[in-house]
């Protein structure tokens, strides 16, 4: 059978993409920019330190209520370090801000909104003692990875902006989040969590000798 020139066209419309199939194939999972989204380094820059500016006046007051509800002497002393820390942090992005000519507006930053929540969910969920300790390290340890995160990245963008001052200031802070992380590791591997272990055990033995009381 002979295949003619209309028959080969035929095909060629049968197999060639729809109109407009290519374009949403390419643009399929691409999140669309708000119309205030940051369009240069400079912006994005800005628009991070008024997160993290709002996120480290958050620790304040949720600092307060982590040192309530801990009950090891050396915990309740790094949450207080922490706080003082926290709020000279808190001027020096307001130094920041001026250094590079911007006001001190504060962003609302819902990765930090979500971690404070989980160490409220956290409190919650844990009798008070060692085991509430150690829960309360691991929700704060989780603050400081994602300042460190967030605070290293921020020194990176002002060096490449030229704010040599700015990152400066900005490497200050970061040096000062490691050395929390560092203090919490150091409570937690020290006496908390063996504490907790040890609660645990204790527990689990009293439930196993009301048991043999009743046999």
């Given at each position: 059978?002979k295949?003619?020139?209309?028959?080969?066209?035929?095909?060629?419309?049968?197999?060639?993409?729809?109109k407009g199939?290519e374009k949403?194939s390419?643009?399929?999972?691409k999140v669309?920019?708000?119309?205030?989204?940051?369009?240069g380094?400079?912006?994005?820059?800005?628009?991070?330190?008024?997160?993290?500016y709002?996120?480290?006046k958050?620790l304040?007051k949720?600092?307060?209520?982590?040192?309530?509800?801990a009950?090891t002497?050396?915990l309740?002393?790094?949450?207080?370090?922490h706080l003082?820390v926290t709020?000279?942090q808190?001027?020096?992005l307001?130094e920041?801000?001026?250094?590079?000519?911007?006001?001190?507006?504060a962003k609302?930053?819902?990765?930090?909104?979500?971690?404070?929540?989980e160490?409220?969910s956290?409190?919650?969920?844990?009798?008070?003692?060692?085991?509430?300790?150690?829960?309360?390290?691991?929700?704060?340890?989780?603050?400081?990875?994602?300042?460190?995160?967030?605070?290293?990245?921020?020194?990176?963008?002002?060096?490449?902006?030229g704010?040599?001052k700015?990152?400066?200031?900005l490497s200050?802070?970061?040096a000062?989040?490691?050395?929390?992380?560092?203090?919490?590791?150091?409570a937690?591997y020290?006496?908390?969590n063996?504490?907790?272990v040890?609660?645990?055990?204790e527990?689990?033995?009293?439930e196993?000798?009301?048991k043999?009381?009743?046999?």
């Amino acid at each position: 059978m002979k295949t003619t020139e209309k028959d080969t066209e035929k095909a060629k419309k049968n197999t060639a993409p729809k109109k407009g199939t290519e374009k949403t194939s390419s643009s399929a999972g691409k999140v669309k920019a708000k119309s205030s989204a940051a369009e240069g380094l400079r912006e994005l820059f800005v628009d991070s330190l008024k997160d993290i500016y709002w996120a480290e006046k958050a620790l304040t007051k949720a600092l307060p209520k982590m040192k309530k509800n801990a009950t090891t002497e050396n915990l309740i002393a790094a949450i207080e370090d922490h706080l003082e820390v926290t709020k000279n942090q808190v001027s020096r992005l307001e130094e920041v801000f001026q250094i590079i000519g911007e006001k001190a507006v504060a962003k609302k930053c819902d990765a930090m909104d979500g971690l404070i929540k989980e160490g409220e969910s956290i409190m919650e969920e844990t009798e008070i003692g060692a085991v509430r300790d150690a829960g309360i390290i691991a929700a704060s340890q989780k603050i400081e990875h994602y300042e460190i995160a967030t605070y290293g990245t921020l020194v990176a963008f002002a060096k490449t902006l030229g704010e040599d001052k700015a990152a400066k200031l900005l490497s200050e802070t970061l040096a000062e989040e490691k050395d929390a992380d560092v203090t919490l590791t150091e409570a937690a591997y020290n006496t908390i969590n063996f504490d907790a272990v040890d609660e645990e055990e204790e527990e689990e033995e009293e439930e196993g000798t009301k048991k043999d009381s009743k046999k």
